[in-house]
């Protein structure tokens, strides 16, 4: 069981930028990982997910603004996120494990972590 501890989340003017990072337990080079989010009353979305090769997947509503990285050494993936949105406000989740489906369907991944919070105001 990986678990996963997301952190690096606060409240931000519109424009700015913030980075998150989620530790993993364990090692987890060798499988894939993604960052969802779940705002107030909705349901939870995609954002950004990377394959264990590097190639990387994005929300059409991020792309351009916010890129995911690894770092296997330190068993941690990051989401940096630029020109930052009102409608950027959610729960952002790690999750790890791809177990079949698309790459930003929350139900395709095995191991979720607690979330951190992200607020951006106007």
């Known amino acids: 069981q990986v678990q996963l501890v997301e952190s690096g989340g606060g409240s931000v003017q519109a424009g700015g930028s913030l980075r998150l990072a989620c530790v993993a337990s364990?090692?987890?080079?060798?499988?894939?990982k993604a960052w969802f989010r779940q705002a107030p009353g909705k349901e939870r979305e995609g954002v950004a997910a990377?394959?264990?090769?590097?190639?990387?997947y994005y929300a059409d509503s991020v792309k351009g603004r916010f890129t995911i990285s690894q770092d296997n050494a330190k068993r941690t993936v990051y989401l940096e996120m630029n020109s930052l949105k009102p409608e950027d406000t959610a729960m952002y989740y790690c999750?790890?494990?791809?177990?079949?489906?698309?790459?930003?369907?929350?139900?395709?991944?095995?191991?979720w972590g607690q979330g951190t919070q992200v607020s951006v105001s106007s």
């Open positions: 999750a790890a494990r791809w177990v079949g489906g698309g790459r930003l369907s929350p139900g395709a991944y095995r191991y």
């Open positions: 990377i394959d264990t090769d590097g190639p990387s």
């Open positions: 364990e090692y987890i080079a060798n499988i894939s």
